[in-house]
């Protein structure tokens, strides 16, 4: 490389990790707390796991790859990037299970054995094998965010591939709704559930926990996207009738009476078109007690909202110790600027030593979050 494109390099190198600093900037957080970039340049980045030896596996939405992240030096940036699989339709999910890495595509479940193995002395690409390949193809709705419930199963959300039907899930009880794969099938945990894209479970009851994004084209204002809790296995949660506590459907409202099915309302209205995705429970001890067993809920943003766009943050949801919705409040906010977005907040993970991760997939890096209060 000559002198004058090397000099350009560098000057484009430093515009961009100036750009960085500068959004960086703008992002408002709990006094305490400090956000970094923990990697950058991730092709819109969704799900996140992190491997016993540490490594961080990172999920795509637009991508066709899964890589491993490794901060070799400790310094909170992962320097190293690694190549796990390629040629993959919307790897969005990602989870470890026993040392064994699963992920996903649109239609099926991978698995890579003794991930930290081969993530240890990488060569060529590693075998990946098929856990389970029947899922819905449809690309509407149809991400897979995945993780592994205290019963040792794969759990897997299938959302409706429209904005508001009734007639796919009629023909095929997959869609709106969320499954455990058990026993070689997929049993039902969870319907009339429009779109999740992200669950956990409490660490003390172990309920299952789940966002769920709201219908569009009821206006601005209407209908809220949803916290929910699962009390009951099998339990009803309104979609497409009806929506958030309160709000009838003006299509389907109507069937109501002919649906034999308890409505489980949402323990927590997060508002509209917020478009809630990742939530994780944080259960480490490294962050403020008032953090302790409650949830954090990245709200990706609005996307067709006219009046004032909504969500671009991440929020706390504060639960009692039976896991009942106290309140909730912003934790990271300052992605929307003056009605224009810079980024989009997806999936907050919680990592083994009581940071959390946070995945970006409009800004294409993960930020870390660490308590030094």
């Known amino acids: 490389m000559n002198k004058k494109n090397t000099y350009l390099f560098v000057l484009f ?16 957080i709990p006094e305490g707390f400090e956000i970094n970039i923990y990697a950058e340049n991730i092709e819109s980045p969704r799900q996140i ?15 066709k790859s899964i890589y491993a992240l490794n901060d070799i030096d400790n310094d909170g940036f992962a320097e190293e990037k690694i190549l796990i699989a390629n040629g993959l339709q919307n790897p969005t999910g990602v989870t470890v299970h026993k040392g064994d890495l699963y992920f996903s595509e649109i239609d099926k479940i991978w698995t890579v054995k003794n991930i930290d193995n081969w993530l240890n002395n990488p060569s060529e690409l590693p075998k990946k094998e098929v856990f389970m390949d029947d899922l819905p193809s449809e690309t509407w709705h149809g991400y897979k965010y995945i993780d592994f419930g205290p019963d040792g199963n794969l759990y897997i959300p299938v959302g409706v591939p429209c904005n508001i039907c009734l007639e796919p899930q009629t023909k095929d009880k997959r869609f709106a709704a969320i499954h455990k794969y058990e026993n070689g099938k997929l049993v039902t945990v969870a319907s009339g559930v429009r779109n999740s894209v992200g669950f956990d479970w409490h660490p003390i009851t172990n309920k299952l926990y789940f966002s769920d994004n709201g219908r569009d084209w009821l206006g601005d204002n209407s209908p809220s996207c949803e916290l929910n809790v699962i009390e009951e296995e099998g339990s009803f949660y309104g979609y497409p009738y009806k929506h958030a506590k309160d709000v009838i459907d003006p299509e389907f409202g109507k069937l109501i009476p002919n649906v034999n099915m308890e409505f489980i309302d949402p323990i927590a209205e997060l508002g509209p078109h917020v ?20 949830l954090f809920i990245a709200l990706h943003g609005s996307w067709n909202k006219y009046n004032g ?39 907050p993970f919680i990592m083994s030593d009581g940071s959390m ?17």
Do not use: C, H, M
């Open 13 to 28: 190198f430093g515009l961009i990790l100036n750009v960085q600093s500068n959004n960086i900037d703008k992002l408002q």
């Open 309 to 347: 766009k909504s969500g671009y943050k991440v929020i706390f949801v504060k639960l009692d110790t039976n896991g009942d919705y106290l309140y909730q409040k912003d934790f990271i906010s300052g992605w929307l600027q003056n009605e224009k977005d810079w980024g989009r907040p997806v999936s």
């Open 275 to 294: 478009a809630p995705l990742g939530i994780a429970f944080y259960d480490k001890n490294i962050f403020p007690e008032e953090y302790k067993n409650s």
């Open 357 to 373: 991760l946070i995945s970006d997939d409009k800004f294409d890096v993960i930020y870390k979050v660490q308590y030094k209060g």
């Open 49 to 63: 796991t992190e491997t016993e030896d540490g490594y961080i596996i990172v999920g795509s939405k637009n991508g």
